[in-house]
């Protein structure tokens, strides 16, 4: 990743994910969508859901957090926390993001 990604291109990459790993239907991978409930995936798929995201962003995602994730939007509104984060400290601006 040597061009800082925005918010478009990392929903983008996100919803690929999805798409590829758990062959779903691009209509249908919304961010409103539940995971559980709308997408039909499982933690056994979460979990593999949580290494691609990892492997495509080169981030770290806190378990503890990733557990609550409800919708697609929890998802992106997180990676793209992480992300920024990870440009910002690369660049040395300090970051304000909590959580």
């Known amino acids: 990743m040597s061009q800082p990604l925005d918010a478009e291109r990392i929903i983008a990459d996100l919803d690929l ?9 691009p209509a249908k991978v919304v961010p409103e969508a539940r995971l559980r409930e709308d997408l039909d995936l499982d ?3 979460a979990a593999d ?5 990892e492997k495509r962003f080169g981030i770290r995602l806190d378990d503890q957090i990733a557990r609550q994730f409800r919708t697609v939007s929890d998802i992106h509104s997180y990676v793209r926390k992480l992300v920024a984060e990870k440009q910002n400290n690369a660049h040395g601006t300090p970051t304000e993001v909590g959580q």
């Open 17 to 25: 994910i999805f798409i590829d790993q758990f062959e779903l239907e």
């Open 43 to 45: 933690s056994l798929d």
């Open 49 to 53: 859901m949580l290494v691609a995201i």
